[in-house]
């Protein structure tokens, strides 16, 4: 496809001759670029070429869509199996030796004279039922 453009004094501008014509220009700002995209070093050496790059990509997005994979949940139950137990967790969080040995506190029975104050360092937990 070639790319004519109409400027506005009407002269008409190949875009794709410009672009084969400038390919090897370095571009402007911090991109480290040519005009045809390629990847360069420096003194403007080229490190990657733009068919390179690309190539990258499209490695990259068939080792990401190879890595996917579609599971049938009414078909092969194995499969879904497999996936909930991927997905599950691999060990359970041992119980703590102080949540075994909680007892709960009994309200007394007497009403004492004085209140004492709470021992330093001592545990309360609440508990809440259903």
Known sequence: MVARHISMRGEVIDMAKL???NGDTVALGNAAKNARGDQLGPGGVVLKTQEQIEAEWAAARAKKEAQSKVVDIKG???ALQQALNNLAPKHKPAI???DMDFTPQTAPTAAPETKAAPAVGA???VIESD
């Open 96 to 98: 703590a030796q102080d």
């Open 19 to 21: 672009r084969m014509a």
């Open 123 to 125: 545990r309360r937990r």
């Open 76 to 78: 092969n139950n194995d």
